[in-house]
């Protein structure tokens, strides 16, 4: 490790990954359920609970404290990445922050971390490249596409390049995206020769069309999103970047015919919520197994409707053959093995946006026991922004039993079982949600002091300012100041 290496075979993906989630959450089936049964299901507490845990997938909701956003996030993301890695933050040349929830309308968030970076671990790093990406959620995807490429370019000047996903997801209360919020951060090590994934050249697909599904005007703190739409795009955009993986990767492994689960031992999907990986599957599956005489006869005595003619042209019949596939055992039984073990996370933590897919990445890696087992295994990535894009693209495992040290789950713990996480009260969860407030209104937020935190910042980074200084001797209004909290 740590030096530069010429040779012309070499590979290039993800040689750590570490998680940051705040401390703070909402138990979905508790104080929040009893608040918000009137609003979502006529008072029913059991069905909404029913509904979020079971029919939409989470538990708990991560939100972060006053002196938390996407900044400090990252940077405890990254510090984690640096410290698992064992690696000098000087041999990073390139930080780039995937984000949609940025903190500044004008300066790279990657910029923030930077300095939180340099401060944390004493050193100057001013030699290093520091974009921001931003693409709803798929931003990180491009942001790890220019720093692996920038490596087989061979246009690195260090080792490393540190890319970052965070994100605060926020919809407006009492709405049905709220179920749906979470915030967290996701840091990954790229390099040649990687220990943990070595990243498949030639076999990427991207698709990107102009729409409507979900998107923040500017000055909105929450987003617009078209629920059941959102869900459409999802699926025919990441359709149409699955299939354009797979022409690439049966040519790139001499692999004709291959189906994408025949290629991939695990399928990693961007989760907004956990039921949305469910959906992706049953569409692209269930899409590949009718189309494949040989295993749709084995499915078949199960699900008759995979012989519909009619699934392509009628949505009422794709959905009841959706269905009929999604209660098989043959389906059920896929599900657990190949796509469960990479939602365990966002179960417990909610939607991080650009974060989501790499959250499945190190949910996987988590919840399989025997690590060493997933060395050499392939996986496919398929990742999507609203708005909207989706990149499908593969990597092998290399030696993760020793390049991943387990540390997501255990900060999920709560702080009475030894753990870091507090629950939260609707109140405060509400107070948190609606941000610093000002005495005039028309002061944006993003100009206000950071409002009291509910746990004071410790062995943590943290927003602890907002510059108001604008004088002849300098000018700071807005300038956000972040400091290591001992
Ligand atoms: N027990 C079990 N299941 C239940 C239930 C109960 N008591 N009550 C309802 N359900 C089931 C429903 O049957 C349904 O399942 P099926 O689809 O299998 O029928 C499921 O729960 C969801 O219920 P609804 O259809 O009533 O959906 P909703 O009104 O709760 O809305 C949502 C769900 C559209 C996802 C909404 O939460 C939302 O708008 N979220 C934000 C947008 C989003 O995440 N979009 C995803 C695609 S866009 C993207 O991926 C980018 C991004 O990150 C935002």
Redesign the pocket.
């Known amino acids: 490790m740590g030096h530069l290496k010429q040779d012309s075979k070499k590979s290039v993906g993800i040689d750590a990954i570490a998680v940051h989630v705040p401390r703070l959450y909402v138990d979905l089936s508790g104080e929040w359920a009893q608040a918000r049964a009137a609003t979502f299901s006529e008072g029913d507490v059991a069905?909404l609970v029913?509904?979020v845990k079971?029919?939409?997938g989470v538990e708990h909701m991560a939100v972060p404290d006053a002196h938390e956003d996407s900044a400090t996030l990252a940077a405890m993301a990254a510090v984690k990445a640096i410290q698992n890695a064992g690696i000098d933050p000087k041999d990073i040349g390139y930080v780039a922050v995937g984000t949609e929830t940025t903190v500044d309308q004008s300066k790279s968030i990657a910029a923030y971390v930077l300095g939180m970076i340099e401060r944390r671990f004493n050193v100057q790093m001013p030699d290093v490249g520091a974009p921001q990406f931003q693409f709803?959620?798929i931003g990180a995807t491009y942001a790890l596409e220019a720093a692996v490429n920038m490596f087989r370019a061979e246009e690195h000047t260090k080792p490393y390049a540190l890319v970052i996903a965070t994100d605060v997801s926020k919809?407006p209360l009492l709405t049905?995206?709220e179920?749906?919020q979470g915030a967290g951060a996701v840091a990954m090590l790229v390099c040649e020769n990687p220990r943990l994934l070595a990243i498949d050249p030639k076999t990427a697909a991207t698709v990107t069309r102009d729409e409507r599904?979900?998107f923040r005007p500017n000055g909105l703190q929450t987003?617009v999103?078209d629920?059941?739409y959102?869900?459409d795009v999802?699926l025919d955009c990441m359709t149409l970047a699955a299939d354009r993986y797979l022409e690439r990767a049966r040519a790139a492994f001499n692999k004709p015919g291959a189906r994408i689960d025949e290629l991939a031992s695990h399928l990693l999907f961007?989760v907004?919520?956990p039921?949305?990986a469910e959906y992706a599957a049953l569409r692209i599956l269930g899409d590949a197994w009718r189309k494949d005489s040989r295993i749709k006869d084995e499915i078949v005595r199960e699900v008759p409707l995979i012989t519909d003619t009619n699934i392509d042209k009628d949505p009422k019949a794709r959905k009841a053959y959706e269905k009929q596939l999604a209660d098989s055992a043959f389906f059920r039984h896929f599900f657990a093995t190949t796509i469960e073990p990479s939602l365990t996370l966002s179960r417990k933590i909610g939607?991080i946006?650009s974060g989501?897919l790499y959250l499945a990445l190190a949910s996987l890696l988590e919840s399989t026991e025997n690590r060493a087992s997933l060395a050499g295994q392939r996986i496919a990535l398929l990742s999507?922004?609203?708005g909207a894009s989706a990149r499908v693209f593969s990597g092998t495992f290399v030696d993760p039993a020793h390049a991943y040290i387990p540390h997501a789950a255990t900060d999920l713990k709560n702080e009475q079982d030894g753990g870091r996480r507090v629950a939260l009260s609707v109140k405060d969860y509400e107070r948190l949600h609606s941000g610093p407030k000002s005495e005039d209104s028309t002061t944006p937020g993003s100009l206000l002091q950071p409002a009291e935190s509910l746990r004071a910042p410790k062995n943590e980074f943290a927003l602890t300012r907002v510059g108001a200084e604008q004088s002849a001797q300098k000018t700071d209004t807005g300038y956000r100041y972040y400091e290591w909290m001992k």
Request: net charge positive; hydrophobic share 25%.
């Open positions: 069905q029913g509904k079971k029919g939409v709803a959620c919809y049905a995206g179920y749906t599904d979900f987003a999103v629920g059941k959102s869900i999802y961007h907004p919520f039921r949305m939607n946006y989501s999507y922004g609203s």
